[in-house]
């Protein structure tokens, strides 16, 4: 790597630049993989969920952990000083929720669904899961996806088809899904329809 790459990495304005515009794209070209810049040294969080809470969470944005996140005073501490995000106990009063690999995904009637005036008041969940390419085969098709994309996440849960669409028929409202594995990132808007492809 030359010393000018090096130097953009270890930039924090420029990490948070590419994060934003991988995110961004990956919201908006559901069923791709884009890299995010990771900080290996981010301490016990997880260092995607790391990379994008870095980039999308601040003082003003109210925070929801997942188990293991929330009881680990070490992420707590962390997400506090580089985030000085509110941590709220009420998953429906987050504007993004942070889950780890280990803990299910949390059912998305939980949290904040927006309102048909006022949509994107809902939440935004980020769950790092154990990647996005060797999981149950699934079928994707909507807004930025020009015929059908097929996609493989793992950990996403036996029943995630049926409780996805639930969350899709309640459009305009409904949450946004983003996933994160081996410093990639995915993203599933609620406009996404999903289904399962047989084995």
């Known amino acids: 790597m030359t010393a000018f790459a090096t130097q953009h990495l270890a930039d924090p304005v420029f990490r948070a630049q590419a994060n934003f515009r991988a995110l961004m794209d990956a919201l908006s070209r559901p069923g791709t993989i884009q ?42 501490e962390w997400l506090a000083f580089a985030t000085g995000a509110p941590l709220v106990d009420a998953p429906e009063r987050a504007a993004f929720a942070l889950v780890a690999e280990a803990d299910p995904l949390p059912d998305h009637r ?49 029943n995630f088809v049926e409780r996805w669409a639930e969350n899709r028929a309640l459009f305009p409202r409904g949450v946004d899904l983003i996933l994160c594995a081996g410093g990639a990132v995915m993203g599933m808007p609620r406009t996404l329809t999903i289904k399962r492809l047989e084995v």
Not at 122 to 143: E, M
């Open 35 to 76: 890299r995010l810049v990771v900080d290996e040294d981010a301490g016990d969080i997880d260092v995607d969920l790391a990379a994008i809470a870095l980039t999308l969470i601040d003082h003003e944005t109210s925070l929801w952990l997942s188990p293991s996140l929330a009881d680990d005073h070490k992420v707590r």
């Open 110 to 158: 939980a949290f904040g669904q927006g309102t048909q005036e006022y949509p994107d008041r809902s939440t935004t969940i980020v769950k790092a899961c154990g990647g996005l390419t060797h999981g149950p085969r699934l079928a994707c098709s909507g807004p930025g996806i020009k015929a059908s994309a097929t996609v493989a996440p793992a950990g996403l849960g036996p």
